[in-house]
């Protein structure tokens, strides 16, 4: 059972909007960033959003990233079929002392 | 170019031990926090172990404490996970990543490729 909430899976066809949630406590989401990776089958995590809504250099503006209280989310526009990915939000929590991740969504493009 | 380079997973039996490895290169490992992120065969990511930039500062999830020490090479630019009294449950991929602070929190920014675990008799 992961710290962070977030649904198992997700679709969309292409062009859609697509909103993934990731929800946690006030020791994690609540007091610290939220940060998002995006993971392609059979590769390594990558950094899509950091501090709950900057994208890192190269990232497309598609995706975007917000926080309100605990809960946190990320929108995906103008879906794409290479967008079909493991999504995974993660903050630090000051009660565990540690990173804490969600369990993952499985994006699928149909 | 900033990349990371794990090694050293393989076959353990159940109660022994395995060192990994990570080699840094185009950047310094003594100038970030490095961490260990695990993610076991078909399952979500997990957060393992931390290490700040002057190696004053280690922390370890409950599940290896106690058994996994994180450590650095700064002479061969490498960080180590040494793990020990393996159980099945850590079998996993192992990542290694770096964190970079962005002003008003940290990120994975960059991931080594991975390397398996597998604790089985």
């Known amino acids: 059972q992961s710290v962070l909430t977030q649904p198992p899976s997700a679709s969309g066809t292409p062009g859609q909007r697509v909103i993934i949630s990731c929800s946690g406590s006030?020791?994690?989401?609540?007091?610290?960033?939220v940060t998002w990776y995006q993971q392609l089958p059979g590769t390594a995590p990558k950094l899509l959003i950091y501090?709950?809504?900057q994208r890192p250099s190269g990232v497309p503006d598609r995706f975007s990233g917000s926080k309100s209280g605990t809960s946190a989310s990320l929108a995906i526009s103008g879906l794409q079929s290479e967008d079909e990915a493991d999504y995974y939000c993660?903050?630090?929590?000051?009660?565990?002392?540690?990173?804490?991740f969600g369990g993952g969504t499985k994006l699928t493009v149909l | 170019e900033v990349q990371l380079v794990e090694s050293g997973g393989g076959l353990v039996q159940p109660g022994g031990s395995l060192r990994l490895s990570c080699a840094a290169s185009?950047?310094?490992?003594?100038?970030?926090?490095m961490d260990w992120v695990r993610q076991a065969p078909g399952k979500g990511l997990v957060w393992v172990s931390r290490?700040?930039?002057?190696?004053?500062?280690?922390t370890y999830a409950d599940s290896v404490k106690g058994r996994f020490t994180i450590s650095r090479d700064n002479a061969k630019n490498t960080l180590h996970l040494q793990m020990n009294s393996l159980r099945g449950e850590d079998t996993a991929v192992y990542y290694c990543?770096?964190?970079?602070?962005?002003?008003?929190?940290?990120?994975?920014?960059?991931w080594g490729q991975g390397t398996m675990v597998t604790v089985s008799s």
């Open positions: 990543a770096r964190s970079y602070f962005y002003g008003s929190g940290y990120g994975f920014d960059i």
């Open positions: 185009g950047f310094s490992l003594s100038s970030y926090w």
């Open positions: 290490m700040n930039s002057d190696e004053t500062t280690t």
């Open positions: 006030i020791s994690n989401t609540g007091r610290k960033t």
């Open positions: 501090s709950n809504s």
């Open positions: 993660a903050a630090w929590d000051d009660s565990l002392n540690g990173w804490v």
